[in-house]
């Protein structure tokens, strides 16, 4: 009988035992899945440029996403080099730019996971009617600009545009500070244009943020836009986390979730009816999901 009740204790409390070990590793599949998903309340930080600021999309997008995530999205809108450089120094967790092989280097070089196509839109110079007429020949109106020596504000601040309008010049083998009245602002999109207007010279922008400014602004715009549709001035964003490895403190959660979200056919959609209500055409194109 001393036996009998000694088996059943034993078994009784390998059974015990057992259930403590199944609660447990339960408990740990519960904890790695709450680790892997972005905890209530927290903050994404990223770096993006001033178009996507300027154009109003973010403080759109900002809302939403925290409803959907409950992840607060805070940005730096600043040139596409300076967003990149934030994104090398492990100062945010996602950048959203403008410059594909600027990004891909980032990507290449180990500070970035993987780029994400999001959306696009394009260039277009604006100006004074005259003398130059409107085209889309982007190589003979910027030609015509620097063979006539006329006013041009560049932004002059590393961003995708200022990459964008050098990029033209440079293909077109010429010097734009040659010209005495080409000017370099430094500063965001919405202040070059502002200048641009003032000294009525002719400007290279995103034509979201065109669209906004020319509406929106206490300024009055007497430009206008005199060349668009060139295949040269097409727009791509991309979005990329910053890397886990080399930046173990980003949050990469957050980083992934909020690509995945912009990166839906919810959002997606929604992408491409911001602006339509106001300017009577979007501002940005989605294209999530393209090879661009």
């Known amino acids: 009988m001393k036996i009998k009740k000694l088996l059943v204790l034993l078994l009784s409390g390998m059974m015990v035992l057992s259930f403590a070990a199944c609660g447990s590793s339960g408990g740990g599949e519960e904890e790695a899945e709450a680790a892997a998903a972005p905890e209530e309340g927290a ?79 394009d260039f277009v110079v604006v100006g004074p009617a005259a003398p130059l007429e409107k085209t889309d020949d982007v190589a003979a109106f910027f030609g015509a600009v620097s063979d006539q020596q006329l006013p041009f504000v560049s932004r002059g601040d590393d961003s995708g545009t200022d990459k964008k309008e050098k990029k033209i010049w440079e293909g077109l083998g010429i010097d734009p500070a040659a010209n005495p009245n080409y000017i370099e602002a430094g500063q965001g999109m919405g202040a070059t244009l502002t200048m641009a207007n003032e000294k009525e010279a002719y400007c290279l922008t995103d034509r979201g943020t065109w669209l906004k400014q020319s509406k929106d602004s206490e300024n009055e715009y007497t430009l206008d836009i005199v060349c668009e549709g060139g295949k040269e001035l097409l727009n791509q964003y991309g979005v990329i986390a910053v890397n886990p490895e080399k930046y173990p403190e980003v949050n990469n959660e957050a980083a992934n979730a909020f690509i995945e979200w912009i990166t839906s056919d919810e959002v997606q959609k929604l992408i491409g009816e911001s602006g339509v209500e106001e300017y009577g055409q979007a501002l940005f194109t989605p294209n999530a999901g393209t090879d661009n």
């Open 43 to 121: 903050t994404l930080m990223m770096a993006t440029t001033t178009s996507t600021e300027d154009t109003g999309l973010l403080d759109y997008l900002q809302p939403l996403f925290k409803e959907a995530t409950g992840i607060d999205l805070q940005w730096t809108a600043v040139g596409i080099g300076e967003a990149l450089k934030m994104g090398e120094d492990g100062q945010v967790d996602v950048v959203l730019v403008h410059a594909k092989s600027s990004e891909e280097e980032f990507v290449a070089n180990g500070f970035g996971v993987e780029r994400f196509p999001v959306m696009y839109n």
